[in-house]
């Protein structure tokens, strides 16, 4: 979920050779010199929350490394904590005059715009989000999650025992249901006579209600599903809880979640953030911008943990099913050739 799943993981500052610029308390300090040659280009990237251990923000850190690499420049990163220092890191930004401004996530939009319409000539790239109105200096890149949802639904159909396969989303809204509907399909794509149910956390706070997820996840446990996809951002670890507590499994998003409950997450719907941020970049830099770029399975911008390298060490259910794997790569490669389509509820 693209909302809050990438604040769980918040820990100690990540070291490494970018520069980690922390905003606290509204107030953004440098602590560290640029990395790179001084010469070459120059990349800043500003993110809505601390870095941590969060492996949505370090992609992204690790994609605008490889973007300053290959062009034997210099990046920064800004580390945010609140609005205030949201605000404050941006404007940072904009006035260093780097070669591209990167952003990741849905806060900056408005922040963006108000950048993009008085700096007119700064060139910004706006991750997993974009932009209401359409800037020449604003590019966006955004992720097609249905697709690896799908995937994510059909190893679900092919390891349920009951038949009954549902999802824990968000709110019940066209973009939260790519989290859900998808998850269906795929199930139903292996196994046609599954059956599946969606339920939805809502209420007051249905980002971070654990306590709520867990509700709904456990209305589901009760008829019998016994995999869930829980698309709940920090209510996940909710419906974590209650699928450990009822021998049931579950998937999780944006970064692999198995570690949190090993042994119930079966495998988790990723967002690579390191590729939109380096080929976005290559992108800008090419005079590519004031566009929106999708990236899916084919540009290898969402993937599955149980597909991608080391997921024996991955902590995810899904290393122990090699069989599942094999089917679920022959529908990935269906979809990437393009044979196959996945629905997308935001578009209907």
């Not at 308390?25 to 440098?30: E, I, Q, S, V």
């Not at 949802?149 to 019940?172: R, W």
């Not at 709904?216 to 016994?226: E, F, H, R, T, V």
């Not at 990723?270 to 976005?280: F, H, P, Q, S, Y």
């Amino acid at each position: 979920m693209t909302r809050r799943t990438r604040s769980l993981q918040l820990a100690a500052v990540a070291a490494g050779t970018v520069l980690l610029a922390t905003g606290c308390n509204a107030a953004a300090k440098d602590s560290a010199d640029d990395a790179g040659t001084s010469g070459g280009k120059s990349f800043t990237l500003v993110t809505p929350d601390p870095v941590g251990q969060n492996e949505f923000l370090k992609l992204a850190v690790t994609g605008l490394k490889s973007a300053a690499k290959a062009h034997d420049g210099s990046q920064k990163v800004y580390q945010s904590s609140d609005t205030a220092s949201q605000q404050q890191n941006v404007q940072a930004a904009v006035d260093a005059k780097p070669d591209v401004i990167v952003l990741v996530g849905f806060e900056f939009a408005d922040i963006v715009a108000q950048q993009a319409e008085k700096n007119p000539k700064q060139p910004f790239l706006m991750v997993d989000a974009c932009t209401t109105k359409t800037f020449k200096n604003v590019s966006c890149a955004v992720f097609r999650e249905h697709e690896g949802v799908y995937l994510a639904g059909a190893e679900a159909g092919l390891l349920s025992k009951s038949g009954k396969v549902g999802a824990v989303d968000v709110l019940d809204t066209p973009q939260f249901r790519r989290f859900s509907d998808p998850f269906a399909a795929g199930a139903k794509q292996v196994a046609p006579k599954t059956s599946t149910s969606t339920r939805f956390v809502g209420g007051q706070s249905p980002f971070d209600d654990s306590a709520r997820a867990k509700e709904q996840a456990n209305s589901l446990l009760s008829k019998g599903y016994d995999h869930l996809m829980a698309a709940a951002a920090a209510g996940n670890y909710g419906v974590f809880e209650a699928a450990k507590a009822k021998g049931a499994y579950a998937y999780g998003v944006d970064v692999n979640q198995c570690p949190s409950a090993p042994g119930t997450v079966v495998d988790n719907v990723i967002k690579r953030t390191d590729v939109a941020v380096e080929k976005g970049i290559e992108q800008v830099l090419d005079g590519k911008t004031g566009t929106t770029v999708s990236y899916g399975l084919k540009e290898g911008g969402i993937s599955l943990t149980g597909l991608e390298d080391g997921v024996e060490d991955s902590q995810c259910v899904i290393a122990e099913h090699k069989d599942v794997l094999e089917k679920v790569e022959k529908l990935r490669d269906q979809i990437v050739s393009g044979k196959l389509t996945v629905d997308d509820p935001a578009a209907k």
